[in-house]
């Protein structure tokens, strides 16, 4: 008997508990580790922040469907992991001990890298669900007094694509509510040019985002240094290729909302072999850390290193998709160790997104997520909007009734039939 837990009950944690549980029939025990006992669907931050969405309706309750599923919950939080000993502690100083550990913690918001940068301080974040709820209220004061807005991405980060759904996604609100016509916008990116979303492009991304920014009067600021940011202003250095400043804006906002960059939670970072410098849990082909073998790790807490040098630095997305394959894989080769044998899977590297902009969008496929690619494809139109909208649904169906089965391979992709357009046939491990 084995007892396999998952620490982090986010995207990718919550299927990788209900993976586990249809991989290792009882006698092995599957648990999960996490910060409270309620599942948020991080993508509908955007339209929570806007209003379009509640809390209650993007929220689902884990603990019925982990009883049901004879899935353990500890939603105490953990403190710090002791690898050597093969136990978490918790927050409320008890421990959980593993056999083989899931590490599947998502990000640590790194706000405090930036002065006056976050909900604490001077600008908005949809980063959570909390942070989106708190963003409502600054949106109602905009609408009431209208002024400029300066939305982003901030050096470091690694999470382009949904700061360009809320900056058109705000846009669409503003035009609702008649007030765009007195609201000046800027974006404002660490990317070295629109639509390189962290991965050098993916089909026209630049084009596209370009033409769309363009049709949206919303203006632009690339190799963008967040400096500082005060009460209703941000200070931006653009950086040039040899890394001087090239010019520097002072830029005045009655609202703003820049995505952070990312680092690895407290719990786990610092870990001698286990995570990097930055945090980020340090994993083979097989999702499986060299140094401490019993332990895999899934989602955004998987370190991967930037994609090449720019004059600011970016990360690399680490979305649904790849999240999913990761944890597909990994729900193998656990069953494999418990069996006895080898693990064998390894986690498909594809880029797939569904960038909303509340009426229309963009969608990109990129395989591998790597340049160069078998698959570089990206396409706009209104058909994004409604399938980020079924994708949404179908998501927290998913969440609510405890299913595993991998939503973007089977679904998406082939529902939309991209994978048909000129991919391969994309590999993932059987059951
Ligand atoms: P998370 O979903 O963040 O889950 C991490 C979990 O670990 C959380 O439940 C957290 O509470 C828990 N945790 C952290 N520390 C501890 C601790 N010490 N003890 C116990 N539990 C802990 N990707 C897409 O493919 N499509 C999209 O449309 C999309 N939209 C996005 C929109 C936004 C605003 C953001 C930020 C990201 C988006 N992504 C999207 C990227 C990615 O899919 C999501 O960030 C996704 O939620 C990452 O999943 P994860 O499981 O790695 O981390």
Redesign the pocket.
Known sequence: MVHVVV????????IMAYGLRDALRAPHQVSV????SS?AF??S??WVAVGWRSQEAVTVNLEPVLRKRDIGLHPQ???RLHPAEKRIEL?DGSSVSYDYLVI?????LAFDEIEGLGPEQFTQS??HVDHALRAKPAFDALVKNPGPVVIGAVQGAS?F??AY??AFILEKALRGARVRDRVPMTFVTSEPYIGHLGLDGVGDTKGLLESEMREHHIKWICNARVDKVEAGQMSVSEIAEDGTVARSHTLPFAYSMM?PAFRG???VRGIEGLANPRGFILADKHQRNAAFPEIFS????VAIPPLGKTPVPVGV?????M?ESMVTATARNIARLAEGKAPDAEATWNA?????FGDSGVAFVAQPQIPPRNVNWSSSGKWVHLA?VAFEKYFLHKMRSGQSEPF?EHLALQALGIDKLKAPKIETPAK
């Open positions: 620490l982090g009950a986010g995207l990718g944690g919550t580790v996490t910060k409270g599942y991080v993508p931050n955007p939080g953990a403190k927050l599947a913690t998502g990000p640590e949809i980063c999470c694509g949904p759904e809320f995505l939670v407290e719990a899934v989602g955004v807490c997305p680490k979305t649904g998709f999240i797939f997104c569904l960038a909303d980020k973007y």
